[in-house]
């Protein structure tokens, strides 16, 4: 059994910054994608960011230059630092991850999602 448990969520007044980590823990073999959702009141879950086992990164428009994906291999951890947050980040942040598990099944496994909130 795989599962992934997200910290770092909070409130923070805008221009501030928030660092949010999510944790793989299970049966493991190997991780492929990890990426960061989020999902504001009234609408549809959106992908925030993207980061590959080897690196490569791709975000959304809306936060590139302010977002930084990475990861840890060896702590099976995905990091997401955002700076210069504004109040339409607001949202709650679900962590993903493609997980090989040692019975080599692939799963896309989700977080329980950790609250961000920016005020104005």
């Known amino acids: 059994q795989v599962q992934l448990v997200e910290s770092g969520g909070g409130s923070v007044q805008a221009g501030g910054s928030l660092r949010l980590s999510c944790a793989a823990s299970?049966?493991?073999?190997?991780?492929?994608?990890m990426a960061w959702y989020r999902q504001a009141p009234g609408k549809q879950r959106e992908l925030v960011a993207v980061?590959?086992?080897?690196?490569?990164?791709n975000y959304a428009d809306s936060v590139r230059g302010r977002f930084t994906i990475s990861r840890d291999n060896a702590k099976n951890t995905v990091y997401l630092q955002m700076n210069s947050l504004k109040p339409e980040d607001t949202a709650i942040y679900f962590c993903?991850?493609?997980?090989?598990?040692?019975?080599?099944?692939?799963?896309?496994?989700w977080g329980q999602g950790t609250q961000v909130t920016v005020s104005s």
């Open positions: 993903n991850a493609d997980i090989t598990d040692t019975t080599w099944r692939l799963k896309s496994c």
């Open positions: 299970g049966t493991i073999f190997s991780i492929k994608n």
């Open positions: 980061i590959d086992s080897v690196g490569n990164t």
